[in-house]
Structures are given as C-alpha cells and as structure tokens.
Nanobody, 123 residues
C-alpha cells in the first residue's frame, strides 16, 4: 500500500493558478487509480477529479471542469492537480487519494489518503 503526501497549496488571488502535487511512496503507485477531493469548512468532502492507472482516462467534477486538470506520472510516482482561473469558492483543503478498483467520484471507494494541503483564494 502506498503512502501519499500532498504539497503545493497556498494563498493566491482570484484568477491565479496553482499546481498541487501528490507524491507516493511504495512500488505499486502505477497500479493505483488516483483522485483529488476537497473539503471546505462545514461542508462535505467534494470530488474534484480522478485519473486511471495509466493516465489514459480522466473524470473531472462539474464544479471545476474546464479549469482543473489531473495528471499522473508513474515514473515519478506523482499525481498533479493543475488549477487555473481560481475562484474564492475553490478555497478548501485538497486531498489526494488512491484505490485499485475504479474511476470513482465517491470518496468511500478510496483506500489511501494524504494529509491534505490548504488552498485559499482571496477575492
């Protein structure tokens, strides 16, 4: 089982871009379907994006489609979330997660989670 560590969060202004990274330890990262979720204070954890094991297929959440891109580099054991045109409503803790079964939007289907990285977008 892999362990996941996110980085790349921060405080930015509305309209800015950020790239989040999620580095995995362990030798089986290439077998994992990876996802990004986010959780704002007082809200449910929300699906952002997911990518299959060889990066040939992605699934993007409605609220970020057209602005966020998910990438996976098996050689570097790293997943990325490229975010552009950020809005204040994107403010949340962003988590990467993995599973070995499918491209799911449901957080309960993911077995491995990182600790999260804070993204704050000011207006």
């Amino acid at each position: 089982q892999v362990q996941l560590v996110e980085s790349g969060g921060g405080l930015v202004q509305s309209g800015a871009s950020l790239r989040l990274s999620c580095v995995a330890s362990g030798r089986t990262f290439s077998r994992y379907i990876m996802g990004w979720f986010r959780q704002a204070p007082g809200q449910e954890r929300e699906f952002v994006a997911a990518i299959n094991w060889n990066a040939s297929n992605t699934y993007i959440g409605d609220s970020v489609r057209g602005r966020f891109t998910i990438l996976k580099d098996n050689a570097k054991a790293t997943e990325y979330l490229q975010m552009v045109s950020l809005k204040p409503e994107d403010t949340a803790i962003y988590y990467c997660a993995g599973n070995r079964r499918g491209l799911f939007w449901n957080a309960q289907e993911y077995d491995v989670w990182g600790q999260g990285t804070q993204v704050t977008v000011s207006s």
